[in-house]
């Protein structure tokens, strides 16, 4: 399973957000390390001294790379999927406690499992989770409504703190600076942790 996450290629693009083709497929291993080193630290802090909501959007609209974790695409529609990935993005909004959301996902043993990377959102007040599932047994629908579920119990949150476009194939994930961005043990170290994909039948 490892090597298999590890050889798995999603789409990336450059900014600004309307442009709908990709600059190229990366990994998640790529893409951890984008997060954790400085590539995107200029742009995130000062995202978040932008206190209009109006010209924080444009800013982040116009300066942020942007993936497509659930797969590769020819260019950025519905229409275009060229090999989904196994994965889902779960995008957290607005979180008045982002640190005890993002530890209780983190160490909560049934996310861990099959949790491959979490981070900050540009803003900082948020939180970005993706997830492995199992494209051939449910529904990118499914899964999201299975992972919204159960995180919103999990965490104590309104059901609209989770964003309903998660269930999108397409859906794209700004990529901020995290230095604090987690990813699964066992892809990065000799750990024997567990990966498996979320089990929404529990």
């Known amino acids: 399973m490892k090597d298999k996450i590890l050889k ?13 083709n ?23 802090e000062e995202l978040r001294t932008i206190s209009d909501s109006g010209k924080n959007r444009e800013y982040k609209r116009t300066k942020f790379t ?19 990935s196994d994965m889902i993005a779960i995008d957290i909004d607005k979180l008045s406690e982002v640190d005890t959301v993002r530890e209780k996902i983190e160490n909560d043993p049934r996310c861990k499992e099959s949790l491959l990377l979490s981070f ?3 803003n ?5 989770a993706i997830f492995l599932i199992d494209s051939k047994l449910f529904e990118q629908k499914e899964y999201y ?28 994930c700004y990529l901020p600076h995290d230095s604090n961005v ?6 990065i170290s000799g750990s024997t942790q567990i990966i498996k994909s979320f089990d929404i039948k529990v």
């Open 120 to 122: 900050l959102s540009p």
């Open 145 to 172: 409504e299975g992972l919204s579920l159960y995180i919103t119990q999990l965490c104590g949150l309104e059901k609209d703190e989770v964003d309903k476009s998660c269930s999108d194939i397409v859906r794209t």
């Open 8 to 20: 798995t290629l999603f789409s990336l693009f450059a900014p600004p957000i309307s442009n709908i």
């Open 66 to 84: 942007n993936v497509t974790f659930s797969g590769t695409f020819h260019k950025r529609d519905n229409n275009s999927i060229i090999q989904h």
């Open 182 to 187: 987690y990813i699964h043990p066992a892809l």
């Open 124 to 128: 900082g007040n948020g939180l970005k």
């Open 22 to 44: 990709k600059d190229a497929d990366v990994d998640l291993i790529k893409v951890y390390k984008l997060i954790k080193g400085d590539v995107y630290k200029q742009i995130t």
